[in-house]
């Protein structure tokens, strides 16, 4: 730009990133650097460039100049010292950890401000670092009282520094001494944030620049001086319209001659031609076609059902004609792993999209969650934070010997994710097809110190946009969750308060049982060259695919999965390695052997590039090649065995063609063969039914060290750029789990995607279109797998829960305990009577918006946690007594302790401080599971919630809840202080809610139901009495009387039939 701010040149750098920063080296030469691996040096005279100079560590940022060197900061932190001449590096200086912010140079001293690493991710560090250039090394660091953003030094009489933060606080100091907080003054900027800052060659002047475009000047005299040879400053013409006057143009006599045009003789850019200046209106799309086909006319007018393919009130514009075939709300942009020159879009089946719960008014009462799952198996649902891993829940959940053994284990550990396991299990036992949740497991997995290690808890942000690369995750989560289980099988102390567990048939003394499931025992032997053999001896739970060299995969080599499986489980490598004979580190040949094959064999794909999904894509492409050929040869004789269709994929025992669609995109076999060898070795090949006719039974050949392994469960990741992905599993489930929810005897595949379940083709399951669908995880398991295991399940849940335990508060005293614990001759029995309340606390906020009718949408719900369970005995002497008062400890951050619904207080769940009986969520959990395994039957008032967040899963027969008692279809639901109000004339819940009046209120309404139903012989005399109760709570406008106002109902004469308990 010149002087007056006109343009004189632009340059467009074609192969730069991102330019940063700009120096005049001299009158006519500008260097120009940015976050590319070199800098250009452009001639100003010419506008061509120079030289470009290689930049070893990329991402220069800033660029300063003495008579010695030129001096680089990058991105890193770093900055290094060039030669004028050459640009070569002659030193270094390591500033910062985290990022370079500025720095100046000034006679021998060097001052940078900038970033540092900490365990939050990067903050500004206070302390400047300062370097003697005639040392080359760092001096004592200058602590400032500002952020540092920007420094400049401003040599007068001494070298003093001029340190600038971003929220415009200004501190002047010497480099070389302390810093006085006296000495900081403050610019009041227009916006928010200063962006830059400078000082004018003379020293006299400051510039500060801020968000708004709006530039501060600070002087020290009234007229300064900003350059050596300054000339009066040249500024941009104003703007001549201002002085011209307004023109009105509500005025229809107005002449258009007042307003200024120049003399000209060209022609004027608004005298287009005329077919320039044609109108042409924008062609509405066409009407769906699903419309036109179900619409229905009434005269002129045609109403049709919405088939909710648009959004609603938008219709989409298409600008090409070639868009029109695609769908824009199911398209998803290529994923980043396949690599072609131009982009394409590839559609999700809607079966694999992420699913998401509609929340409405009623929570989710009103979400059909049957629309999505047609069985009788569980979903998990999907709005918990981690939920990430449900997929592999559901694989560990549908291998039998695994949910046995995971429902046998019960420990004393407060967070054992085992324990956890096993309790979801069992509520996916007892489902019949509604979706559970996996609260309390999430929970317990947040608090594994080696699960935040390893980088499996996601933060809310990251699993919202999909920032997370879920395949690793999925697959890091499923090496941790093996680990898991195994450390907690191999703990043999079984606490006297759950010796029930110990009688389980799955007790070890050594190894665990999850240890013979999944562990795999191996010799790895390390060679060095010098002819030292190691060999030690180790075991893996699961093993990770290793892929060929790529440069072989471009000429189109057909390779077997089990040729790859081999070589990723019989590993060879050459790496450093200690070596004790020649006592250093040196190249070693290491080699892996299998000394005893797993029953469950576990496979993380590791498909985290281009390159392995190239390779998954050409195998799968050479197998269709070789498949549709074979098809060809047998179509052509007319004569073809049945293993041969077998081979090729079809049902077993169906004598059915395999279509083209289902050959495509499978690599994958259904069943491999494994064979130890007499000298340790291993051999792998596909197997198919028809081999068995070679080869004979599998079950025979077992004796001979021959093993024949069936997929179980594929899980995949699914990339929708729209939802940031998601993970999904197919799982083969077995006939117990059929007969136990179906009675039916038979093997199916299904989709688990989160809460839809779907049956599926087993093809399915092997095919992946490496596009959109990539495989994670594979599971294979050993034919006649349960034969080998005790599958028996023994409750290991013990009445001794139930009895008396000490409280986790410190300060609790016996003049505060409000329950008496059950003596062993009130233990209760099947179908007793016990009244339930719980009280929760808020975690996390609820997340909704607003539309554009002003309805509130519920995007996520708030996250509860249960803060106090109450249960009351139900008969007997003690009616009325609670024997359970537990407060649960938490250890998460409470937002809001709903003191005024919840009678929580801050302090109550702390140990330290509270003087409540306090226990873990476990403790109490065991408590409410014994009583729903012994049969009892749950009287309270909105029990559905209670139970939903306590994370149980309670038969409907055994759950008796006034709010659905005392409710007529299609009517609101009625407060249980209105109820005890208007039946028993109590007033409860004044202040606060009490948990112990709420559980006797229940039971006394629950009592009053029975009276007035006579035990529900009467349901049209009991209609009339709830017809009055509505009547009666319109008029109050469901609000009850304060007590000098309305008497009780009780005494009214409409009402006199109607006793209190």
């Known amino acids: 730009m010149a002087r007056g701010g006109l343009i004189i040149f632009d340059y467009l750098l074609d192969e730069n990133e991102d330019m940063h920063s700009l120096l005049l080296t001299d009158s006519s030469t500008l260097l120009i650097g940015g976050l590319q691996n070199h800098i250009l040096e452009l001639d100003l005279n010419t506008v061509q460039e120079t030289q470009k100079y290689a930049v070893e560590t990329p991402g220069v940022t800033i660029m300063r100049q003495t008579n010695r060197f030129f001096f680089c900061g990058h991105t890193s932190g770093k900055v290094s010292l060039r030669d004028l001449r050459t640009f070569k590096v002659e030193h270094e200086f390591d500033a910062f950890s985290g990022s370079l912010s500025d720095f100046d140079v000034h006679g021998n001293l060097l001052a940078a401000c900038g970033f540092s690493s900490r365990l939050t991710g990067l903050a500004c560090d206070r302390f400047l670092k300062v370097y003697d250039l005639r040392m080359m090394r760092a001096i004592t660091p200058l602590q400032v009282h500002v952020d540092p953003a920007f420094l400049r030094f401003i040599p007068t009489y001494t070298s003093r520094l001029a340190i600038i933060s971003q929220s415009g606080q200004c501190q002047f100091c010497e480099p070389t001494g302390l810093a006085n907080p006296a000495d900081i003054f403050h610019v ?62 509500s005025q229809d006599l107005l002449p258009l001659s007042l307003i200024p045009v120049p003399l000209t003789t060209d022609t004027l850019l608004s005298d287009w031609p005329a077919a320039n200046s044609a109108p042409a209106p924008r062609r509405a799309p066409p009407v769906d076609a699903e419309i036109l086909r179900t619409m229905k006319k009434v005269g002129f007018i045609g109403y049709a059902p919405n088939p909710r393919t648009r959004l609603r009130n938008q219709i989409p514009y298409r600008l090409k004609e070639s868009d029109s075939e695609f769908d824009s709300f199911s398209q998803v942009t290529e994923s980043p792993i396949g690599r072609e020159e131009e982009p394409h879009l590839h559609m999700v089946s809607k079966k694999y999209r992420k699913v998401t719960i509609k929340y409405s008014k009623l929570g989710l009462e009103d979400f059909d969650f049957k629309h999505y799952n047609k069985t009788l198996f569980a979903g998990l649902e999907p709005h918990i934070p981690n939920a990430y891993c449900n997929c592999m829940i559901q694989v560990l959940y549908f291998l039998e010997p695994v949910r046995c053994l995971i429902q046998n284990h019960l420990c004393q550990k407060e967070f054992c994710l085992a324990c956890e396991l096993g309790f979801l299990f069992h509520m996916l036992d007892l489902s019949r097809g509604d979706p559970c949740q996996g609260n309390n497991f999430l929970r317990a997995f947040r608090t594994i110190p080696e699960a935040s290690a390893l980088g499996l808890i996601l933060a809310d942000s990251d699993e919202a946009s999909g920032k997370g690369n879920l395949a690793r995750l999925i697959q890091r989560w499923n090496r941790f969750i093996l680990t898991q289980l195994h450390q907690d099988m191999q703990e043999l102390e079984v606490p006297q308060a759950y010796r029930g567990a110990g009688g389980s048939s799955f007790c070890s003394s050594g190894d665990s049982v999850i240890g013979q499931l999944f562990s795999c025992e191996m010799e790895n032997c390390s060679l060095c060259r010098c002819g030292s053999e190691t060999v030690r001896a180790s075991s893996t739970l699961l093993f990770t695919l290793s892929y060929p060299d790529g440069s072989n995969n471009k000429t189109g080599k057909n390779y077997d999965f089990a040729q790859v499986l081999k070589r990723s489980i019989c590993l060879e490598q050459n790496t450093q390695a200690w070596c004790d004979n020649c006592e250093k580190y040196q190249p070693t040949i290491q080699t892996r052997n299998i000394r005893h094959l797993p029953d469950i064999l576990v496979i993380n794909c590791e498909v985290n590039s281009s390159k392995e999904a190239d390779f998954w894509r050409m195998q799968a492409e050479v197998a269709f090649k070789m498949a549709v050929k074979k098809r060809g040869e047998i179509s052509k004789n007319k004569e073809f065995a049945l293993a041969d269709w077998k081979e090729l994929g079809s049902p077993e025992g169906v004598l059915v063609c395999p279509s083209i669609e289902e050959l495509k995109n499978i690599w994958l076999p259904f069943s491999i063969r494994m064979k130890m060898t007499k000298n340790k070795g291993l051999d792998v090949c596909n197997w198919t039914d028809g081999d068995e006719v070679q080869w004979g039974p599998a079950r025979a050949e077992e004796e001979h060290g021959v093993y024949v392994y069936d997929l179980m469960a594929t899980v995949v990741h699914i990339l929708d750029s729209r939802t940031g992905g998601s993970l999904v599993a197919h799982i083969k489930v077995g006939e117990t789990y059929h007969q136990r929810k179906e009675g039916v005897t038979h093997q199916q595949w299904y989709l688990f995607n989160d809460f839809l379940i779907e049956p599926i ?40 829960v139930l009895l008396a335990e000490a409280s986790l508060a410190r300060k609790q005293r016996k003049t505060h305990t409000t329950f008496i614990p059950l003596m062993l001759n009130e233990m209760p029995q099947v179908g007793d009577l016990v009244g339930l309340d719980a009280e929760f606390v808020t975690l996390n906020e609820e997340e909704a918006e607003l539309r554009s009718d002003g309805t509130k949408s519920t995007i996520k719900p708030s996250q509860m946690s249960v803060a106090r369970i109450t249960c009351v005995r139900g008969q007997g002497p003690n009616e009325g007594i609670p024997f359970i008062d537990d407060y649960i400890s938490t250890q998460e951050q409470v937002v809001d302790y709903l003191t005024q619904y919840s009678g929580i207080k801050p302090g109550d769940l702390d140990a330290k401080i509270s003087s409540k009986h306090l226990t873990t969520l476990k403790s109490t959990y065991l408590k409410l599971r014994f009583l729903i395994d012994i049969g009892v039957k749950f009287v309270g008032h909105g029990l559905q919630k209670d139970f939903r967040v306590i994370n149980l899963m309670v038969p409907k027969d055994q759950v008796l809840d006034t709010v659905y008692l005392f409710h007529m279809p299609r009517k609101r639901m009625i407060s249980l202080r209105f109820l005890a109000w208007y039946f028993l004339d109590l007033k409860i819940q004044g202040e606060t809610h009490d948990s112990i009046e709420d559980a006797r209120t229940a039971l006394q309404l629950y009592r009053k139901y029975l009276e007035l139903s006579k035990n529900g012989t009467e349901p049209e005399s009991f209609h009339k009495v709830l017809k009055g109760l509505y009547e009666k709570g319109r008029k109050m406008d469901w609000k009850v009387p304060e007590p000098e106002g309305q008497t009780s109902p009780k005494n009214a004469a409409v009402f006199s039939s109607v006793l209190a308990l």
């Open 761 to 800: 083709d087993k093809h399915e399951a092997v095919q992946f279109d490496m596009n959109w669908k990539v495989p994670a995880i594979l599971y294979y398991i050993k034919r006649n797998l349960n034969s080998r295991y005790n599958l028996n399940i023994k409750n290991p849940i013990e009445a001794s």
């Open 188 to 249: 009041n900027p227009v916006g928010p944030l200063l962006m830059t800052f400078d000082v004018s060659a003379s020293k006299q002047a400051l510039a500060f620049g801020d968000s708004e475009g709006c530039v501060h000047l600070w002087t020290d005299s009234p007229e300064p001086s900003f350059n050596p040879y300054s000339r009066e400053t040249e500024f941009a013409l104003p703007c001549l319209v201002d002085s011209l006057p307004p023109l009105d143009w």
